[in-house]
């Protein structure tokens, strides 16, 4: 899907063959067997990869992903989308995401921290401040990034805050940064609403997916004054037509972990959740869940793409046909988690901190103007959205690759 869109792209950019495979192809891959040992004294491998997308605009950045289905292609995917993302929002980084194969939920927190450790020291010689930066994606927290910045200090010798992002604020964390990406999406679908003559007031949203991105968003779009009609997780779909009261949902999944037996809503499938009418229906956890099942029967008027490639090529050929929905494609829809990311290095990097106040106001900067250069781009190449977010970021990779030069 990645390789596909990233062709597409060049193509319209008309891109010099010399250079499509040097912008394509990721410049690390790591695959590594990393051994646990389980409380029952088992020793399991798990394994875990991390890709760097390219490193010629500083140093890679992306989330490190736990779930059953991580391979090195996908996380490969996800590395390329990080680029693309990065460039897109103007950040200094290259693209990079790491993950391991396993369902952390079937973990103790000891053997989570034993393999969150013993990852990160299979990667140091590979990540550092200035080289790769992991933050948080599917199945990982802000307490796995603490014992992955506790144990590359530990080999560093000293406290090395900017090795990680998304981390607790009491150790060189961000304000703002757990909250960042969900928020963002918010943010970003209610300024579409905005274009598109929506109230908030009276705005509907279906959130699929109710992990760290899908309930900050459902959070902020309360905030923002609009009902969430529907949620899910991998236990199944609500959806109560009145709005879903988000607080006692996630006390729910903080007491239970998941939204199972939640009685406060009408349980329903995740096929009918995602073709639910709505104004925004957010995809907040896997890829390709908008697929060619479901594109010509989904009845929202905006899709926040909140996950990394929730829409297939093939659906997304559908949607570009359908001028009932506006798509914010997952690059710059999910962007303010990275964003914020960012902020959270360079004040690592410069041992100052933020009031949440400032981190806001520098996000919706960033994400407004990321949003206005897509929009120009649009309409300077008539071309979809998604293809002008993509065009944008990978033409700033292009070019920074052509300016260095290649090296004998
Ligand atoms: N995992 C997030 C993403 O896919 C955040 C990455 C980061 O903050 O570096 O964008």
Redesign the pocket.
Known sequence: MACKQFDRAANILQMDTKLRQRVKLPKRCMAVSCPVQLDNGEVVIYEGFRVQHHLTMGPT???LRFHPKVDLGEVAA?AMW?SW?CALVGLPYGGAKGGISVDPQKLSLSELEHLSRRYMQEMIPFVGPNTD?M???MGTNEQVMAWMMDTYSNHIGSSVHAIV??KPVGIGGSQGRREA?GHGVAYLTKSYMKDLGIKPSEATVVIQGFGNVGSEAAIAFNNFGMKVIGISDVSGAYYNKNGIDIKAALQHTAKNLTLEGWKEAESITNAELLELKCDALVPAALEQVINKENAAKIQCRILAEAA?GPTTNSADTTLSKRDDVTTIPDILC??G??IV?YFEWVQDLQSTFWTREEVIQKLYKVLDRAKQQTEEQKTKLKVSRREAALTLGIHRVAEAKRIRGLFP
């Open positions: 950045k992306g989330g996800l990080m993302k930066v933050a948080p994606d992002t998304g990406t990394n999910n962007s988690g990275v990311s």
